[in-house]
C-alpha cells in the first residue's frame, strides 16, 4: 500500500495544470482506497457552495440523469462544508444527514470523506463511496487524509501557476487593446476590440460596453458574443435602477445570477448567469461600462478574475481616452494644415488671378473697336480668368470644411456646403427646405445641384457688398413634362457688374 501511496503522491503533483490536477487527485483517491465512486467539490468560501465537481467512477449518461451540481446546503456535502472534518460512514441510508439525494443517483451505503486545505483555507472536499472490497476502514481514512493533504500542496502550486499565467493573460490583453486602440481605429471599431478582447480573457458568454445616454440611462454600443449580437445592440438600462446608479457613480458590479437578480431589467437578462459590470473611466471621465455576463448555470466570478478585469476596465479606459485624443490631435492637425492651404490660395492665387483679370480687362476696354479678333481674343482671356477664380474659390470652401466623414443625407451635404462657405463669407448664409428633400433629391441630380450651389456660393463671394445670402431648396417641384422635380435658388444682396443690387440663381433638374 505505501508505495501505491508514493506513487499517488508523486502524481497528483506533476501536472501545473489546476482542472487536470484536480481530476488526477480524485482518479488516484478512488484507486488507492479501492472506492467504485469518487469525487472532489470545490467549495467557493465566499457563497458556501460547490462551485465545480470533478467526478469519477460515473458514466456521461449517469452524470446527465443527476443533474445539476448539489448547491452544497444539504446532505453530506454540506456537513462536509459546514464541518471540514474526516468522515466515514458505513451506511448512508441509516445517518439522518443523508438527504436531497436527487433520482438517477446511483445507489450508495458506504461513504469516506475528507477535506482538502490548502494552506489553511479549505480548498474543496474528497468524497469516495462504495469500496469494492467491504465497508471504509480507520486505515482507508488516514490514507485519504495524507493523500488529501498531499493533494492541498499541489492544488497550491497549480493555483499558483494559474493565477499568473492568467494574470499574464490579461496583461497582454491590456497591452494589445492599447496598441489596437492607438493605431488609429475609429471609435465604434475602438469600443468592439475592448468588448471582444474582454470576453475571450474572462471566458464570458457575452462581451458588451455601455455608454450613458442623454435622459440618464445607459445604451449597449458595442458587444461581442458567440451568437448574433443584434439583439444586445441598443438594450437600454432604465435610469434610476440601483445599478446604474453604481455605475455612474464609477462602482463595479458583481451579480451571481443575472436572470434573477432584481437589479437586472434588461430584457435579455434570462441569459445570463454570473456578469461583471466594470466602470471605463479615467481620470475621474466615466466613458462607459464594460460587462462581462456568463451563460446562465455558468461558473461564478473568483476574486482573482474581479481584480484582473477591474484592472483590465482601468487599462482600456485609459487607452480609449489616449486614442480619442491621439483622434483629435491629428484631426487638429489636418485641418491646420487645410485652412494654411485654403488662406495661401485665398490671399495669393485668387488675388493675383484677380488682379490678372482687371488688367486683361482695362486692356480690352482700351483696345476696343481696334480689332474684333483681338477684342474677342481678350474677352475669353478674361472669361477664362474669371471661371478659374470661380474654382479656385470653390476649393478654398472645400478646404475650409472640418476634415470629418461626409453627412450621408442630401440635407447634411447642403448645410455642410454653406456652413463652409460661412468661413470665408464671414456670415451664415439662410437656408430652407421645402419637401421631404432626403427622400426626393437623388444622384445624380444631387450631385449637379450641390455643384451649382458651389459656384453659386463662390460668385456670391466674389461680390462686393455681400452681406446675406438666401439658399433655397424645393423639392416640391412639377416639371413642364409633369414629373417631380427640384429647383436650387441662390440669392444675394451684393452688386452686380453693371452696378445693380442682388443676383439669384436658378436651377431646376428632374
Aim: proline share 5%; net charge negative; glycine share 10%.
Amino acid at each position: 500500500m505505501l508505495p501505491m501511496l508514493l506513487e499517488a503522491v508523486l502524481s497528483v503533483g506533476t501536472d501545473l495544470e489546476l482542472r487536470a490536477t484536480l481530476q488526477h487527485i480524485v482518479d488516484w483517491a478512488t484507486r488507492l482506497i479501492g472506492a467504485r465512486y469518487g469525487a472532489l467539490g470545490v467549495v467557493d468560501p465566499e457563497r458556501g457552495r460547490i462551485t465545480e465537481l470533478f467526478t469519477t467512477g460515473l458514466t456521461d449518461e449517469e452524470r446527465e440523469r443527476i443533474g445539476p451540481l448539489p448547491d452544497g446546503h444539504s446532505g453530506l456535502i454540506g456537513a462536509l462544508i459546514e464541518d471540514p472534518r474526516p468522515l466515514r460512514i458505513d451506511d448512508l441510508t441509516a445517518d439522518p444527514r443523508s438527504c436531497g439525494v436527487p433520482e438517477g443517483h446511483p445507489e450508495m451505503h458506504s461513504f469516506l470523506g475528507a477535506p482538502i486545505r490548502v494552506h489553511t483555507e479549505v480548498f474543496g472536499n474528497l468524497y469516495l463511496t462504495e469500496k469494492r472490497s467491504g465497508p471504509f476502514t480507520d486505515d482507508d481514512l488516514a490514507l485519504l487524509r495524507v493523500l488529501a493533504s498531499q493533494a492541498g500542496i499541489a492544488i497550491g502550486n497549480a493555483r499558483l501557476y494559474e493565477a499568473a499565467r492568467q494574470r499574464e493573460r490579461w496583461i497582454e490583453g491590456a497591452a494589445a487593446v492599447t496598441t489596437a486602440l492607438l493605431t488609429g481605429e475609429t471609435a465604434a471599431d475602438a469600443l468592439m476590440t475592448v468588448a471582444e478582447r474582454a470576453r475571450i480573457l474572462a471566458d464570458a458568454s457575452a462581451g458588451v460596453v455601455l455608454q450613458p445616454t442623454e435622459d440618464g440611462g445607459m445604451e449597449v454600443v458595442a458587444a461581442s458574443t458567440l451568437d448574433d449580437p443584434g439583439d444586445l445592440i441598443g438594450t437600454t438600462i432604465e435610469p434610476g435602477s440601483d445599478v446604474l446608479v453604481q455605475l455612474l457613480g464609477g462602482e463595479p458590479v458583481f451579480i451571481e445570477d443575472s436572470a434573477t437578480d432584481p437589479r437586472m431589467t434588461t430584457h435579455v437578462r434570462h441569459r445570463f448567469g454570473p456578469s461583471m459590470m466594470l466602470p471605463l473611466q479615467s481620470g475621474g471621465r466615466l466613458i462607459g461600462t464594460l460587462a462581462l455576463p456568463r451563460r446562465r448555470g455558468g461558473r461564478p466570478y473568483t476574486a482573482v478574475d474581479r481584480l484582473l478585469a477591474s484592472q483590465f476596465a482601468s487599462q482600456a479606459a485609459l487607452a480609449l481616452v489616449l486614442a480619442d485624443a491621439q483622434h483629435n490631435r491629428e484631426q487638429l492637425a489636418v485641418y491646420e494644415d487645410r485652412d494654411r492651404i485654403a488662406r495661401d490660395l485665398h490671399d495669393l492665387v485668387v488675388q493675383r488671378l484677380f488682379a490678372t483679370e482687371m488688367m486683361l480687362e482695362s486692356t480690352r476696354r482700351r483696345a476696343a473697336g481696334v480689332g474684333s479678333g483681338e477684342d474677342e481674343l481678350l474677352g475669353r482671356a478674361v472669361d477664362e480668368l474669371d471661371s478659374t477664380i470661380q474654382e479656385v474659390r470653390t476649393a478654398i470652401f472645400a478646404l475650409q470644411q472640418p476634415p470629418a466623414e461626409a453627412p450621408t443625407s442630401f440635407r447634411g451635404r447642403v448645410l455642410r456646403e454653406t456652413g463652409g462657405a460661412a468661413v470665408l463669407l464671414g456670415f451664415q448664409p439662410s437656408v430652407h427646405f421645402t419637401g421631404a428633400v432626403d427622400a426626393l433629391v437623388q444622384e445624380p441630380h444631387a450631385d449637379q445641384l450641390l455643384a451649382t450651389l458651389r459656384g453659386a456660393l463662390a460668385a456670391a463671394h466674389r461680390r462686393a457688398g455681400v452681406t446675406a445670402i438666401d439658399v433655397e431648396v424645393d423639392a416640391t417641384v412639377t416639371l413642364p413634362d409633369g414629373g417631380p422635380g427640384v429647383r436650387l435658388t441662390v440669392t444675394d444682396n451684393g452688386v452686380r457688374d453693371d452696378g445693380g443690387a442682388g443676383t439669384t440663381t436658378t436651377w431646376t433638374g428632374g
